[in-house]
């Protein structure tokens, strides 16, 4: 018996962490707004990343990619970065010029963490954490790593990797410090993740 329930849950659940097709193409130009290189992750058919190229800070790489193609950012060392204050970036629909030519869509680059600032235009003043008026204009003051990443960022930049296991910390912490970036692994937490919230 068909059930509008299950129907419902299969339409909300979210996109795999792979390309689908190369259907609808559009156009797109990575920013890089972090201080460091930000290598640019394509999954492919089957999940895997594709390296395109490293964008260096301050610079940019335009891109014709497809609607169902993910991408994803790292820095050299592995670390994780955001692609529209996302972790994982969906390409929206092409957008065209008044003469008709495809427009390139800006997308941001930024190292979580970093105190990035995003405006909106604002008719009314609200006076909420974080934020404050600027001619007219709301400016949202971010800073999205966790408690945690910080610390880990903080331990890692300050403790030889071999001094790890001598610190008095929980062992979870310590064992997350001991492992190399893993790009796989990454993407398998991010695939799980997205599975279990049902969102980007």
């Given at each position: 018996m068909f059930s509008h329930s299950s129907a419902m849950a299969k339409q909300e659940a979210p996109a795999p962490l792979k390309s689908?097709?190369?259907?609808?193409?559009?156009?797109?130009?990575?920013i890089n707004k972090s201080s460091r290189n930000a290598e640019a992750w394509w999954l492919d058919f089957e999940g895997k990343p594709v390296s395109y190229c490293?964008?260096?800070?301050?610079?940019?790489?335009?891109?014709?990619?497809?609607?169902?193609?993910?991408?994803?950012?790292?820095?050299?060392?592995?670390?994780?970065?955001?692609?529209?204050?996302?972790?994982?970036?969906?390409?929206?629909?092409?957008q065209y010029e008044v003469f008709g030519y495809p427009r390139y869509q800006p997308v941001y680059v930024t190292?979580?963490?970093?105190?990035?600032c995003f405006f909106l235009r604002c008719f009314?003043?609200?006076?909420?954490h974080n934020s404050f008026i600027l001619n007219g204009y709301l400016c949202f003051v971010l800073s999205v790593y966790s408690l945690q990443e910080y610390c880990i960022r903080l331990i890692r930049s300050m403790v030889r990797k071999e001094d790890i296991c001598k610190l008095e910390i929980p062992e979870g912490l310590?064992?997350?410090?001991?492992?190399?970036?893993?790009?796989?692994?990454?993407?398998?937490?991010?695939?799980?993740?997205?599975?279990?919230?049902?969102?980007?």
């Open positions: 689908l097709n190369s259907d609808n193409p559009t156009y797109i130009t990575f490293a964008i260096q800070p301050r610079r940019s790489l335009q891109m014709k990619t497809f609607l169902t193609h993910p991408w994803i950012f790292r820095a050299s060392d592995g670390a994780k970065m955001l692609v529209n204050l996302s972790e994982v970036y969906f390409p929206t629909p092409v190292a979580p963490g970093a105190r990035q009314i003043c609200i006076d909420i310590r064992k997350e410090l001991s492992r190399d970036p893993d790009l796989l692994r990454d993407i398998q937490i991010l695939d799980a993740k997205r599975a279990i919230n049902g969102s980007n």
